[in-house]
């Protein structure tokens, strides 16, 4: 059962490697290309981008390959739900836990703010994105992984 013998196996697999990377990828061409830099909360969504991309390869490379999988949509849903706090942040839905958004004169002027979305499409800013792709596709990665147990 660790070979990805169905269909929606191997799509799973790809889109725990693809989705990840993809989002990172994105987030690395706004700071260089287009000087949008992370804040605090930012990089706290890329941490389990990376370490879903690592499981995801490494579901390529070692069994149980299912179980290395599920892991990366988890890794990909924690951004997500660190993605949505942040959005909420930044619409001034609540309050946020860290130095950068706040606006007290204890703040360095070197700071990106964390309350400011700093660039936004259809009214969503990159963390509300970054909310509704990874946990859209850590939902999606795990219905594909269950899909074959249930046709069973």
Not at 50 to 78: D, E, H, R, T, Y
Not at 98 to 112: N, W
């Amino acid at each position: 059962m660790t070979n990805l013998t169905d269909a929606s196996d191997r799509l799973a697999q790809r889109l725990a490697l693809a989705v990840p990377a993809a989002l990172l990828a994105g987030a690395y061409i706004s700071q260089y290309g287009f000087d949008l830099f992370p804040c605090e909360m930012c990089w706290w969504q890329r941490y389990p981008h990376f370490a879903a991309v690592g499981l995801a390869l490494l579901s390529f490379a070692a069994p149980p390959k299912k179980l290395w999988i599920a892991l990366a949509a988890l890794a990909i849903l924690a951004s997500g739900l660190i993605g949505a706090f942040h959005a909420g942040v930044e619409y001034g839905w609540w309050r946020g836990i860290t130095g950068c958004a706040t606006t007290g004169d204890a703040m360095s002027l070197d700071v990106i703010r964390c309350d400011i979305a700093p660039w936004s499409f259809l009214g969503i800013s990159l963390a509300g994105w970054n909310a509704l792709l990874s946990i859209g596709s850590a939902i999606t990665i795990w219905v594909l992984l269950i899909a074959k147990e249930k046709r069973v």
